[in-house]
Nanobody, 123 residues
Framework: QVQLVESGGGLVQAGGSLRLSCAAS????????MGWFRQAPGKEREFVAT????????YYADSVKGRLTISRDNAKNTVYLQMNSLKPEDTAVYYC????????????????WGQGTQVTVSS
């Protein structure tokens, strides 16, 4: 019964920054690898980033590499997505998710999902 709640989304200008947070409850946070996905209107959900149980391994989609950074604080049961140099094409609903896989880039590998938080980047 793992619950994930995203927050931190909003409206920013191109080139700006946002920091998304995902708070977990109902499970042992440190036992899960965590991921971020996003979905723009009319488009498929796409992988953004993932981080392993300990935080020692990360993996990013090519489209966000160098601009977005995933991190986690197991003591706070929270995973973050720091987003810098944002582009209009980053506009989407961002979802966090939990998986028992070490590094997972496919949505089907994730067992638990948050409700999403809207990120809008104006041009």
């Amino acid at each position: 019964q793992v619950q994930l709640v995203e927050s931190g989304g909003g409206l920013v200008q191109a080139g700006g920054s946002l920091r998304l947070s995902c708070a977990a409850s109902g499970g042992t946070f440190s036992r899960y690898s965590m991921g971020w996905f996003r979905q723009a209107p009319g488009k498929e959900r796409e992988f953004v980033a993932t981080i392993s149980w300990s935080g020692g391994a990360t993996y990013y989609a090519d489209s966000v590499k160098g601009r977005l950074t995933i991190s986690r604080d197991n003591a706070k049961n929270t995973v973050y997505l720091q987003m810098n140099s944002l582009k209009p094409e980053d506009t989407a609903v961002y979802y966090c998710a939990a998986t028992f896989a070490t590094i997972a880039t496919i949505g089907a590998q994730y067992a638990y999902w948050g409700q999403g938080t809207q990120v809008t980047v104006s041009s």
